[in-house]
């Protein structure tokens, strides 16, 4: 059986020049000596844009703020709650936050293990207007569900499936 610290510690180290190290004594990930998540109790801890904060508060119900008497730094929530494509998506989005400007700018910096593949230019518009972003989106549809999209075809499919595929995942 895979605990959380094995689902956690698989995913983080997947991300470009990332360690594992300890905060208080609590098993934490480093992204250039910059901590970026780290899991209490159970508890994924994530550095993260109040924006991205936000997002997660309206997708996961178990998810919390986390704050400083200052500001909002990010947020928790129950890696049990997450399957294997959502908790690579918000590692992703957390060592893009927290990855120093040396990096390069969160878009110059590598891909995150959850972000869609290089596809076709009609297949990329196809899946961005109907709401798929990142692997966990691709992994929550059917094979069938986004060959019904105009511009999906065989070879796209062929493309996620090896991505998903690269990254540990799967199909629904």
Known sequence: ??????RVRAAALQL?????????RMPAFTVAGRSFASL????LQLRLAEQDVETLLAQQSGAERISTARAVI??????ADLGD???????GRS????????LGKPEDAPRAVGSLP?????????????????????????????LALHGVGPKAIRVL???IDGAGLRWQ
């Open 85 to 91: 494509a959502v908790l690579l998506e918000w590692l």
């Open 16 to 24: 470009a020049q990332v360690r594992e190290t300890t905060h208080f």
């Open 74 to 79: 990010g947020a928790s929530v129950p890696v």
């Open 1 to 6: 059986m895979t605990t959380e610290l094995q």
């Open 118 to 146: 290089d596809l076709p230019a009609p297949a990329q518009r196809a899946l961005a207007a109907s709401g798929v972003t990142s692997l966990a989106d691709v992994c929550a549809r059917s094979r069938a569900e986004l």
């Open 161 to 163: 499936q090896e991505a």
């Open 95 to 102: 060592w893009r936050h927290r990855a120093p400007a040396a």
């Open 40 to 43: 209490k109790d159970e508890r």
